[in-house]
């Protein structure tokens, strides 16, 4: 099947035969993704839960063996459980600010729409001591005084 050996059998130092389990999931130009798994769950380990698994999950399997390796390796308290709780973490933080700038908004618009009543209630009263378009008072809302000068 393959020409050369796939990196598990590289780094394992061994003959890769046809059907290598690792050879599908461990090519030979990425050997650092079997030295991590390697060093993780061990060979024996990986070869028994590829070969317990059907056949279209194994490259999915592989993936996550070699994330958890990669994430442990990297952060060997926490692991990929480390990342998880950063994530989670971003995300409540973006949801409290989602709903603080909410909140603002809110009172914006009801700050904007209780101004808009008072607008309105002065148009409503206020045209009768406001001057009219060519800023001529109102002659209904002035009185009449030329008959109290007689």
Known sequence: MNSGRCAACKHLRRRCPSDCVFSPYFPANNPRRFAYVHKIYGASNVGKILKDLPVNRQAE????????????????????????????????????????????????????????????QVENVGPSFLPDQNGVPNSTSYYDLSTWFD
């Open 61 to 120: 399997a592989a993936d996550s063996l070699y994330y958890e390796a990669y994430c442990r390796i990297k952060d060997p308290v926490y692991g990929c459980v480390g990342l998880i709780t950063i994530l989670h973490q971003q995300i409540y933080n973006a949801q409290c600010q989602l709903a603080r700038i909410q909140a603002e908004i809110a009172a914006l618009g009801t700050q904007s729409q209780s101004e808009v009543q008072q607008y309105q």
